[in-house]
């Protein structure tokens, strides 16, 4: 009786097993087709049009700034000037130096600040595309979703309903989707 409980148990564990439904998904091409992710890579592009503009404006400034820094050292070196003069000459020198720092500070300070901003972005936009999956999944009745990277044969692809879940929060000014 143990042996016949035991072997019909394993029947419909077995059973069970082959009754689960698989999903795949195409994550890459959800996420590029997502509302979100467009904006945020057009607004990429121009804030990286904007910092090599700003980049260039402050390596002109900095260039500047140490010009005149060299020809304020030049000045503190020259025998001919007086004590006083090399002493203010040295300091015009010091306090150029602590603007080209300054300068080279708060452009560096703007940048990662920009790009905290993108990652958390980012991290954001990937767990909404994950729980739309999800969502998607459950809908579906599936047990488990796999990428269509690791498994590209599945039985049902829930990548077009997923990217109609993720665009179905746009605004009507949202850009339009790639496909």
Not at 25 to 46: H, M, P, T
Not at 72 to 88: I, V
Request: charged fraction near 20%; aromatic fraction near 6%.
């Amino acid at each position: 009786m143990k042996k016949l409980f035991a072997l019909i148990l394993a029947l419909t564990v077995t059973a069970s097993a082959f009754a689960q439904q698989f999903g795949i998904v195409d994550f890459q091409r959800a996420s590029q087709s997502y509302w979100k992710v467009i904006a945020e890579q057009r607004s990429l592009a121009e804030q990286q049009q904007h910092f090599a503009e700003l980049q260039q404006q402050v390596k002109g400034r900095i260039d500047q700034l140490t010009k005149d820094m060299n020809a304020a050292l030049e000045d503190a070196q020259n025998p001919g000037l007086s004590e006083e003069r090399k002493a203010e000459a040295q300091a015009l020198a010091e306090s150029k130096n602590q603007e080209i720092m300054q300068q080279s500070q708060s452009f560096q300070a703007q940048y990662q600040s920009v790009q905290r901003r993108l990652q958390l972005n980012q991290a954001t936009m990937q767990s909404e595309i994950m729980a739309s999956i999800s969502k998607v999944a459950k809908k579906n009745n599936l047990d488990m979703v796999f990428y269509t990277e690791s498994a590209p044969y599945g039985k049902v692809d829930i990548t077009d309903e997923v990217i109609a879940d993720l665009n179905s929060t746009a605004p009507a000014e949202a850009p339009a989707t790639a496909q």
